[in-house]
């Protein structure tokens, strides 16, 4: 005589952080960031500002920093030394920055911005806060907040840490 079927009780996995997200993060992001991208290089373009992007983050790096090397550029980006030499050299040709002995190691030369070079950041820090501003006219300041927040922690998850910066995208 056959037994009947007893089921086995299911025990409910444990489930992932993020793995009952109802849609995927992958089209936002991209949307999101191609939306600000292009709207920046279009308001660099109309500011008249000649400069390319990783020529762009370069300059902000050296602004930002006033003890600023070629090594912590390249740390800083994450990018080959002779790429950001290269960079440097095209700014430095450009007379939008300059280097200067470095007091604490004779080794290495500190980058300074020229007022040329302060007077493109300035530019360039307008058109940003222009497009921050247009990106989050509908969020309310709690709003933009969180979205830093989660991003941050978005971004420390995937292991690639970025130093705070107070105006945004470096």
Avoid: W
Wanted: include cysteine.
């Amino acid at each position: 005589m056959p037994r009947p079927t007893v089921s086995q009780p299911t025990v409910p996995q444990p489930q992932k952080p993020g793995a009952s997200l109802p849609q995927s993060l992958s089209d936002p992001l991209h949307r999101l960031t191609h939306a600000y991208k292009s709207r920046l290089r279009e308001l660099i373009v109309a500011e008249g500002i000649p400069l390319p992007i990783t020529q762009i983050r370069v300059l902000k790096g050296v602004c930002r920093n006033p003890s600023c090397t070629a090594h912590t550029i390249a740390t800083h980006m994450r990018r080959d030394k002779a790429q950001i030499t290269r960079v440097l050299n095209e700014l430095m040709h450009a007379e939008l920055i300059i280097k200067v002995d470095n007091p604490g190691d004779r080794r290495s030369q500190l980058l300074q911005p020229t007022d040329a070079g302060r007077e493109i950041m300035r530019r360039l820090q307008a058109v940003e806060a222009r497009v921050t501003a247009q990106m989050t006219q509908q969020l309310s300041a709690e709003e933009v907040s969180m979205f830093i927040q989660l991003s941050r922690k978005m971004t420390d998850s995937l292991g690639h840490a970025q130093p705070s910066t107070q105006s945004g995208e470096s």
